[in-house]
């Protein structure tokens, strides 16, 4: 029997939309076709009174509630089955107070409205790879992106937020105010409440030279045993990220490399003026292709865009990597070549220099020690191919883990239950009182679940 909603759209100024109804399904779709979620009413909150009102709706139906931001989660937890999805996309705008170097940001908008923003002051905050990603997903579990090395975590430059409690009240957090809840939400997710506001530290960084530097796949081995060596003793300047794909099939890449399974580097460096350290990396081996560029930040951060759309199936893993042994090159170059479809892609993010010399206690964010955040990713747009790239991400990151960290970032799973209490690893424990204080009752639980402590 259908979920009853009635009241919900008198008791919010935002659009409600209701299963049944003829926007339904584009309301709910989510950017990872993979998952199929049909809640009882999508509603469209358009600032903080909203946000509490439908909260406070959800609660007293004893419905599940899901908070969605950009709506990239992988395994789809800005939506819930028969529950409340509280819609964050109409709280978007970004104020950016140059002289102050800081920007304050909606909690639902995207990562592409972040950058546009901020770069039209002559500045940027890190965030991640693509720009269709929400702010608010993104963030509340860390943030890793080309700039990590350089500038940290996105969390590592958050200096305030506004957050909607379980209870519907209101509170500005930062490291004075709420400062548990401060700590909490730099790392861990979407479990202590609705974050309105972010308000973030910019850098001056406009143009950056970037781009990919692309092998043959053969050469797997020996670029991922110098990249391991070169990188942590490269400047923090340097940020660059090792990874298996296809080349993609279309301008600007060069006809005769196209769907070509390439392994390579995808180089950043802010600033226009070449570093020792780029052009020895780029001197490094015997590249098919060297795209790196003076580019404006904001192109290059939305250069994979095009390249994965909403609406494509993708299966993820996630993992934290200090060290990479000679076996665990010995993996990568086996599996790497295995990607079952040309989307399909294992990315090795570099996540040390500054985003490391923060202590594991001083956020959420537990794994500072690791030099690398590990995603596997199979992608495709063709639902036939579900089980082909589910399986390769499984079997690729099943044979990395005796090579891992243990835990795994909490924004690159999907259906792994049993390792959300590894994802914040030493802090879990921390996690749980916050918790305890902020939301005992587990309200906000469509999330890599944290359980109030008892
Ligand atoms: C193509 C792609 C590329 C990616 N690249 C990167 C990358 O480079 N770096 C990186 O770190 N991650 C990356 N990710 C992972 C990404 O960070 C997570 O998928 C993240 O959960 C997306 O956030 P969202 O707001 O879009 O997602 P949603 O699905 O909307 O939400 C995800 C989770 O966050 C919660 N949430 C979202 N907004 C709020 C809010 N304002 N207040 C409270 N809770 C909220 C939701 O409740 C849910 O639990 C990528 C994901 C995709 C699909």
Redesign the pocket.
């Known amino acids: 029997m259908a979920v009853s909603v009635e009241g919900l759209a008198s008791a919010v100024k935002g659009r409600v939309v209701e299963a049944g109804s003829t926007e339904y399904d584009e309301a709910r779709a ?3 076709a993979m998952i199929d979620k049909r809640p009882a009413a999508i509603a469209y909150c358009v600032d903080e009174a909203d946000v509490a009102a439908a909260l406070r709706y959800g609660v007293e139906h004893d419905l599940r509630i ?9 395994g ?4 819930v089955d028969d529950g409340l999805v509280i819609d ?1 996309s109409p ?1 978007n705008a970004i104020e950016v107070d140059a002289q102050a170097k800081m920007a304050r940001v909606g ?2 908008a ?1 990562l592409k409205d972040l950058l546009d923003a901020t770069h039209e002051h002559g500045l940027t905050v890190p ?4 720009g ?14 080309h700039l990590t090395r350089e500038l940290g ?2 969390i590592d430059n958050l200096v305030a937020a506004t ?1 909607v409690l379980a209870d519907g009240s209101v509170v500005q957090t930062d490291a004075e105010r709420e400062p548990d809840l401060f700590w909490a939400l730099r790392g861990g ?2 479990n ?5 506001s ?1 308000s973030f530290r910019c850098h001056p960084v406009t143009t950056v030279l970037a781009g990919p530097v692309m092998y043959d796949i053969g050469d797997a081995a020996e670029v991922l045993a110098w990249y391991r060596d070169f990188l942590p003793a490269a400047p923090d300047e340097l940020g660059g990220f090792f990874l298996f794909a296809s080349v993609p099939p279309g301008p600007p890449f060069p006809e005769e490399l196209h769907l070509r399974k390439v392994c390579g580097i995808a180089w950043t460096q802010a600033g226009e003026e070449e570093s020792d350290a780029l052009r020895e990396a780029r001197a490094f081996g015997k590249p098919l292709l060297d795209g790196v560029a003076p580019v404006p930040l904001p192109a290059w951060n939305t250069a ?1 865009d095009a390249l ?1 759309p909403a609406g494509d199936q ?1 299966y ?1 893993r996630g993992e934290f990597i200090r060290e990479i042994p000679d076996e665990a090159i010995a993996v990568h170059a086996e599996y790497g070549p295995q990607m079952p479809t040309w989307k399909s892609t294992m ?1 090795l ?1 570099a996540s040390d220099g500054a985003a490391g010399r923060v202590g594991n206690d001083e956020t959420a964010w537990s794994y500072r020690d690791a030099r690398w ?1 590990g ?1 596997f ?1 199979g992608v495709d747009p063709d639902p036939a191919n579900a089980g082909a790239i589910r399986d390769w991400a499984r079997a690729y990151s099943d044979a990395i883990k005796p090579h891992a960290m243990g835990g795994g ?4 799973h999907m259906d792994e239950p049993d390792r959300v209490r590894g994802m914040y690893g030493s802090n879990y424990d921390r996690l749980a009182r916050v918790k305890a204080q902020y939301d005992p009752n587990n309200v ?1 639980r ?3 679940n944290i359980q109030p402590a008892a």
């Open positions: 989510l950017y990872n899901a908070v969605r931001g950009g709506g990239h989660n992988g789809g937890l800005g939506s964050l709280i909690g639902g995207l965030v991640g790879i693509i269709t990603t929400g702010v608010g997903g993104l963030t509340l579990g860390g943030g890793v992106g975590l996105t957050v997710g979407g202590f409440g609705v974050v309105t972010f994979f994965y993708w993820w990315h993010y955040t995603v990713a970032y909490v924004n690159f906000f469509v999330n890599q």
